[in-house]
């Protein structure tokens, strides 16, 4: 069993609809979550970052955290084409001084105009 | 304006060859990483350094090398050892919690 699951699509939907990915992980030290997103042939983009379970916000994204289920979402609201990317969870646990970032296989997603 | 810096953004490589890839930092961050990452199998860890003159393996060692003589500097140098280099690669900096900042991407191509 992978410790990040991530369903890799592909998911596609219309301008303006609500998007909703996540992912599932096993180990319980994981401490921080984030979502990237990923242009094709570039380097990811932090999108969310947090370490508590609850909901996080910045403008049409919206992160969420389930510690209790091993379970993290990512909401874009109103979505638009240029939101058109591969979208990769991750998780960090410590490694001394440095951390460890353990990534899902990333959901490739396309919003049609 | 601070960023990572990957050169180049393509490589070719003849079989048994070693080649080199560059990452930079301007971040002052002290962690370094090098993640390869393969269609339809996520990001995965090759090697990272907490501090200068100090790395350590990560889950895909084999076959790769690394140095740490400065603090902006990590690069990877892909040998003849690894089988199955055709990846693209990717280098994060971070401070020592924190997310990561990634650079844009070497696509090493074995011909």
């Known amino acids: 069993q992978k410790e990040v699951e991530q369903d890799p699509g592909p998911l596609s939907v219309p301008e303006g609809a609500i998007v909703s990915l996540n992912c599932t992980y096993s180990?319980?030290?994981?401490?921080?979550f984030m979502w990237y997103r990923q242009y094709s042939r570039k380097g990811p983009e932090l999108l969310m970052y947090t370490y508590s379970s609850g909901n996080k916000e910045d403008g049409r994204f919206t992160a969420q955290v389930d510690k209790s289920s091993k379970y993290i979402s990512l909401f874009i609201r109103d979505s638009q084409p240029s939101d058109s990317a591969t979208y990769l969870c991750?998780?960090?646990?410590?490694?001394?001084?440095?951390?460890?970032?353990?990534f899902g296989q990333g959901t490739r997603l396309t919003i049609n105009p | 304006d601070g960023g990572i810096t990957q050169s180049p953004k393509y490589l070719f490589r003849k079989e048994g060859q070693n080649v080199t890839l560059s990452c930079e930092q301007n971040?002052?961050?002290?962690?370094m990483y090098w993640y390869r990452q393969d269609p339809g199998q996520g990001l995965r860890l090759i090697y990272y350094s907490q501090i200068v003159n100090d790395f350590q393996k990560g889950d895909i060692a084999e076959g790769y090398s690394v140095s740490r003589e400065k603090k902006e500097s990590f690069p990877l140098t892909v040998t003849s050892a690894q089988k199955n280099p055709t990846a693209f690669y990717l280098c994060a900096s971070s401070r020592l919690q924190g997310s990561y900042t990634f650079g844009s991407g070497t696509r090493l191509t074995v011909v």
């Open positions: 991750a998780m960090s646990m410590s490694l001394g001084g440095a951390q460890k970032l353990v």
């Open positions: 180990n319980s030290a994981f401490q921080y």
């Open positions: 971040l002052n961050h002290d962690a």
